[in-house]
């Protein structure tokens, strides 16, 4: 069993960072691929970035330069470090974890077979 967490959301102005953190409860992310998505009001989710357990690291071009996807050394959490917040960032943010998928599918929220609740994240001044 995968059970995850997130942690980290709230309300902060333009500009502003927020760091959301994944968790796995029991066990580590040692093999996993995890992935953080969110989803806007009236939105589908989307991809925002994965690490995989090689530690190779992609990001949505949205993103790219302002988040920063990183695993702490007991691979029991994955951080998303989020700076110069913008409004459209405003958004229920996901972590997810699989051990099976293939670089061409780590974009796709249908890969990953396990999930957190989410926590908002919400831009606004």
């Known amino acids: 069993q995968v059970q995850l967490a997130e942690s980290g959301g709230g309300l902060v102005q333009p500009g502003d960072s927020l760091r959301l953190s994944c968790g796995r409860a029991g066990g580590t992310f040692q093999s996993y691929t995890v992935g953080w998505f969110r989803q806007a009001p009236g939105r589908e989710r989307v991809f925002v970035a994965a690490?995989?357990?090689?530690?190779?690291?992609y990001y949505d071009d949205s993103v790219k330069g302002r988040f920063t996807i990183s695993r702490d050394n007991t691979k029991t959490t994955v951080h998303l470090q989020m700076s110069s917040l913008k409004p459209e960032d405003t958004a229920v943010y996901y972590c997810a974890a699989d051990s099976s998928i293939i670089l061409s599918q780590l974009r796709f929220g249908s890969s990953y077979r396990h999930w957190g609740q989410g926590t908002q994240v919400t831009v606004s001044s």
């Open positions: 690490i995989r357990a090689n530690g190779y690291i």
